[in-house]
């Protein structure tokens, strides 16, 4: 497995934002699990949010940064995955 692989919200040809794919299982769940949670308490606050006083650029914006927390939370997952799955090999 590559040492390194690129974070699917890389925006150019060239990935910047890596997922370091022999780290150990604990960091990568903690790594995962803290991006879920913010991720889920953003969402929780727009849930929560008057729609009628949000500016439409605002709730865009929220959404936008909860999926990507959200994005990066899931491609560490798939990182720890395929760990775990070599491990039972």
Known sequence: MNPHMPMTQ???DIPVLLVA???PLDVLHS???TR?????????SLASLDITQAKGAD???LAHAAAMLLRDGCD???VLGRQIRA???
């Open 10 to 12: 890389n925006e150019c």
């Open 21 to 23: 794919t022999q780290a």
């Open 31 to 33: 790594n995962a699990a």
């Open 36 to 44: 879920f949670l913010a991720g889920t308490q953003m969402m929780e």
């Open 59 to 61: 709730v865009q914006q």
């Open 76 to 78: 560490v997952m798939d």
């Open 87 to 89: 491990a039972m090999v």
